[in-house]
């Protein structure tokens, strides 16, 4: 997509996420550049939006994240990313969200 990414992973309870998210973003802006696949400067945004979900869940993750051009002809992710904040009763400033791509 063109606006976001998914990246689903299985990590350790001991892991610090905004270490990894640090790190994924680095060497991934590292291959980007190297490989060329932006014209200009590519750079991530602040900050990243995380979920967790139960192992028994995980096929249903998988093929949300398999089918995103589709899922998201119908819902755009600034509207998607905003309910799931309101679903599962997430406080949150609307200033402090994403630099939403319109």
Do not use: T
């Not at 998914?6 to 996420?17: E, Q, V």
């Not at 973003?25 to 550049?33: L, Q, V, W």
């Amino acid at each position: 997509m063109p606006d976001h990414m998914h990246i689903l992973l299985g990590i350790r309870p001991s892991c610090c996420l905004s270490d990894l998210v640090r790190e994924i973003k680095k060497a991934s802006n590292g291959f980007i550049h190297q490989k060329k696949f932006v014209r200009g400067r590519f750079q991530w945004q602040e900050g990243y939006g995380a979920f967790s979900y139960s192992h028994s869940a995980l096929d249903n993750v998988i093929g949300y994240i398999q089918n995103q051009k589709e899922h998201h002809r119908r819902k755009i992710f600034k509207e998607e990313y905003k309910e799931f904040l309101m679903k599962y009763q997430k406080e949150h400033k609307d200033e402090y969200l994403f630099e939403w791509i319109e």
